[in-house]
Nanobody
């Protein structure tokens, strides 16, 4: 059983930055795919960014390209999402997720491929 704990969310002004962290316990981190998703009020959950837990093989949503960076520290079983130039439309609950079968399919934005999810963390960007 994999458990995920997100941290680093909060309130920031437009144009500011936040760095989200997601610590994983259980399983083999280096074999995982790690993803970040978000869900704004009244909207469906959407893909933000993903990568292989051990590094590389990154994938970004168009809305994240050029502003967000996903990275990982395999020694800490932790994945990060550095978010810069934040906009009010980035306001959402952000979720970290694990794809246990990365070796079979590579990095994916498909939510159905992710097996474990964190509890979510609020990010609010004020205008």
């Amino acid at each position: 059983q994999v458990q995920l704990v997100e941290s680093g969310g909060g309130l920031v002004q437009a144009g500011g930055s936040l760095n989200l962290s997601c610590a994983a316990s259980g399983g083999t981190f280096s074999k995982f795919g790690m993803g970040w998703f978000r869900q704004a009020p009244g909207k469906e959950r959407e893909f933000v960014a993903a990568m292989r837990g051990s590094g590389g093989h990154t994938l970004y949503a168009d809305s994240a390209k050029g502003r967000f960076t996903i990275s990982s520290d395999a020694t800490k079983n932790t994945v990060y999402l550095q978010m810069n130039s934040l906009k009010p439309e980035d306001t959402a609950v952000y979720y970290c997720a694990v794809d246990e079968h990365w070796l079979l399919g590579g990095t994916t934005m498909s939510m159905t491929r992710y097996d474990y999810w964190g509890q979510g963390i609020q990010v609010t960007v004020s205008s």
